[in-house]
């Protein structure tokens, strides 16, 4: 199950539109501008579960690389450094992976 589901389409190409150029993406105007932040927590651990492809409880760096397309397939990949500093905005207790608390409080910082 894709995101695009759980969100409004305009909001979301909004979003997608908003870090299409390399080294753009910055999480709390994506949250917000997609609308995730405004979600319930249900639907917040419903968006984890999708961006936890592997289905490990944990979000791990390979998985934020390909984090925009779980919204579109054809958005971009992030780059390194987005990946990186997106971990480490989110991995609170530095075990190198978002748990799914670490996720939903990124989604509403």
């Known amino acids: 199950m ?4 759980v969100l409004n389409g305009a909001d979301l ?4 539109d908003g870090c299409s ?3 753009s993406f910055n999480y709390k105007t994506f949250f917000k501008a997609c609308g995730l932040a405004g979600k319930s927590a249900d ?4 968006a984890f579960a999708i961006i936890d492809q592997d289905n490990s409880g ?6 934020l690389k ?8 054809s958005a971009r990949a992030l780059t390194d450094k987005e990946t990186k500093d997106f971990l480490n905005a989110g991995d609170s ?10 996720f939903a409080l990124l989604v509403k910082a």
């Open 2 to 5: 894709a995101l695009a589901g």
């Open 21 to 23: 150029a390399a080294d």
């Open 66 to 73: 390909l984090f925009l397309q779980n919204f579109s397939a």
């Open 93 to 102: 207790d530095g075990d190198g992976k978002i748990g799914v608390d670490e």
């Open 43 to 46: 639907e917040v651990k419903k």
């Open 58 to 63: 944990f979000i791990e760096e390979d998985e």
């Open 13 to 16: 190409k909004a979003a997608l």
